[in-house]
């Protein structure tokens, strides 16, 4: 099992709607974990760190279920500035250097 | 700030040559990193450096060497290469201390071994 697995897409959704995309984990100890965006052809940047209680940033919300070692992202009223590649990001560290583990990226397509 | 910056952006080379990518960062951050990036591989971590003067192999090391002699600077050299390192290499940096820290790329690298 990889360490950290993501649906590739595209998922393929009209302007306003709502997306969901899963990320699991197989590392039941791992501490810290992230969602980062990736436009075409340009760098990762981190779109929002995912915490126990779940965190909401305008129309995203990330949760995180560690009984079953998935993170979430959901993309509310979806636009078209929203499409990207969503890269699930683990780290197994609480501290010092973290060697992160980066899924492969679920990519999104928001139609007009 | 400028944040995290490497060069060059494209470098086409030929089986055999050796370059360095250069990556600079001003943030004045202690850790520094390469990753490749491959289709459908996800980032993988080449080397790491945790402050000037020390570094270390992270998943995928072979045909790469780093050195680390200032806080600002992380250059990776490709010894010889070779048609499998042809990818997208990006340098990032991150702030020390616990808990867990947002790294911050570079533009990245386009790199084509003929």
């Known amino acids: 099992r990889k360490e950290v697995e993501q649906d590739p897409g595209p998922f393929n959704v009209p302007e306003g709607a709502t997306v969901a995309f899963n990320c699991t984990y197989s590392?039941?100890?791992?501490?810290?974990f992230f969602w980062y965006r990736q436009d075409c052809r340009k760098e990762p940047k981190l779109l929002m760190s995912?915490?126990?209680s779940g965190n909401e940033d305008g129309r995203f919300t990330a949760q995180l279920n560690r009984a079953s070692q998935y993170i979430s992202l959901l993309i509310r009223d979806s636009k078209l500035s929203d499409s990207a590649t969503y890269l699930c990001?683990?780290?197994?560290?609480?501290?010092?250097?973290?060697?992160?583990?980066f899924g492969t990226g679920t990519k999104l397509q928001v139609i007009p | 700030n400028a944040g995290v910056t490497q060069t060059p952006k494209f470098q086409v080379l030929k089986t055999g040559q050796s370059m360095t990518l250069q990556c600079a960062q001003d943030?004045?951050?202690?850790?520094m990193s390469w990753y490749r990036q491959d289709p459908g591989m996800g980032l993988r971590l080449i080397h790491y450096?945790?402050?000037?003067?020390?570094?270390d192999q992270g998943e995928v090391p072979n045909g790469y060497n780093v050195s680390r002699s200032t806080t600002e600077d992380f250059p990776l050299r490709l010894l010889s290469a070779a048609p499998s390192q042809t990818s997208v290499y990006f340098c990032a940096s991150s702030p020390s201390g616990t808990g867990a820290y947002e790294q911050y790329f570079g533009p990245g690298t386009r790199l084509t071994v003929t």
């Open positions: 943030m004045n951050h202690e850790y």
């Open positions: 590392n039941s100890a791992s501490q810290s």
């Open positions: 990001v683990v780290n197994p560290n609480s501290g010092g250097y973290q060697k992160v583990t």
């Open positions: 450096s945790v402050g000037a003067g020390i570094t």
């Open positions: 995912v915490y126990s």
